[in-house]
């Protein structure tokens, strides 16, 4: 099997049956669902020959990647900062609703443009670049098998973009639901989208 990457969000977890923004304050847990949406997406993917298992260092996607390796039988989880979910300053840790009446033109134009972030936060181009330093490494590394990397929605649509050379503005009309993904093949000497999303059927 040709190198290939999987790139996958976590499962659904406490902060998003809340709608709480959670990038560095707050590392909350999956919820029974999340446990059971994830196991049930790991398990269509048995008999894949996976040559590892990343994770953005994170409880919830953590706790997605031990998932994922138990149903494919992969000893090691490794945890990597590269695929930590973007860092959003000032709306870590706040409720969505209670952001859009406090300081809603902030988080619409945080929304509309990820290059102009809240403050103290990660712009989307700084996530691609360090998604595809991360790519850069599996590509490195190992040269055939799967490599599942777990990890949040805006790292999905951070190297959707890169990949395609759109517009980080185009990050508004993506939306990675949990346990979605994307399926990047290695051709060329660089990876390209093979899928997307990668949903669970």
């Known amino acids: 099997m040709p190198l290939s990457m999987l790139l996958v969000r976590h499962g659904e977890s406490e902060a998003n049956i ?3 923004i959670v990038s560095d304050r707050f ?3 999956l919820t029974d669902y999340g446990r059971q949406e994830t196991q049930s997406l790991a398990q269509k993917w048995q008999g894949q ?5 990343y994770s953005s260092p994170l409880r919830r996607t953590m706790e997605t990647a031990q998932i994922w390796a138990e149903a494919l039988n992969v000893a090691t989880v490794y945890p ?3 695929l930590h979910e973007i860092h ?3 709306f870590d840790g706040q409720v969505i609703d209670d ?3 406090t300081n809603p033109e902030d988080y619409n134009q945080w929304k509309h443009n990820p290059e102009s972030p809240p403050q103290g936060g990660e712009k989307l181009s700084a996530v691609g670049a360090r998604m595809n330093a991360f790519l850069d490494m599996v590509a490195s590394q190992y040269h055939e098998g799967l490599v599942i990397g ?3 929605a805006d790292c999905l649509k951070a190297v959707t973009l890169s990949i395609l050379e759109a517009p980080w503005t185009s990050a508004q009309f993506l939306h990675y639901g949990n346990v979605a993904g994307v399926f990047l093949e290695y051709h060329d000497n660089r990876f390209q989208i093979h899928a997307l999303p990668v949903i669970p059927i």
């Open 49 to 53: 020959p996976v040559s590892a298992i």
């Open 27 to 29: 590392d909350p847990p």
């Open 150 to 152: 777990v990890t949040h």
């Open 18 to 20: 809340h709608n709480v």
């Open 99 to 101: 952001i859009l009446r």
């Open 88 to 90: 959003l300053g000032a």
């Open 80 to 82: 990597d900062p590269r």
